[in-house]
């Protein structure tokens, strides 16, 4: 299984940026599918999960200004971010789980599939 992320750039506090995680098979294959970040000297943190039945789990610094949604037909997961501040900067990733959503918290033991990350930097 391949997830390819994308759609991550440079932007400005305050705006907006939309990834896209595609999937090889669908998406709706897997139980779980995330949005991490990873920034320099930090920990890899779970930002967003989604479950086949359409729950979501946000980490307290983005609730409210990020939302994750999936798109079957296009076996793609997305993570819409708004309000950026630059601590919203990091390496981010996709991944997918046959699990359930405490697995995909750190150290994520129920990852099984991880795309190549996307850099996300915003500027103050």
């Known amino acids: 299984v391949q997830l390819q992320a994308s759609g991550g750039g440079l932007v400005q506090a305050g705006g907006s940026l939309r990834l896209s995680c595609a999937a090889s098979r669908s998406i709706f294959s897997f139980d779980v599918l995330g949005w991490y970040r990873q920034a320099p000297g930090k920990e890899r943190e779970l930002v967003a999960g989604?479950?086949?039945?359409?729950?979501?789990n946000y980490a307290d610094s983005v609730k409210g200004r990020f939302t994750i949604s999936r798109d079957g037909a296009k076996h793609t997961v997305y993570l819409q971010m708004n309000s950026l501040q630059p601590e919203d900067t990091a390496v981010y990733y996709c991944?997918?789980?046959?699990?359930?959503?405490?697995?995909?918290?750190?150290?994520?033991?129920?990852?099984?599939?991880w795309g190549k990350g996307t850099q996300v930097t915003v500027s103050s």
């Open positions: 991944a997918a789980s046959s699990q359930n959503m405490v697995s995909m918290i750190n150290p994520f033991p129920g990852v099984e599939y």
């Open positions: 989604i479950t086949s039945g359409s729950s979501t």
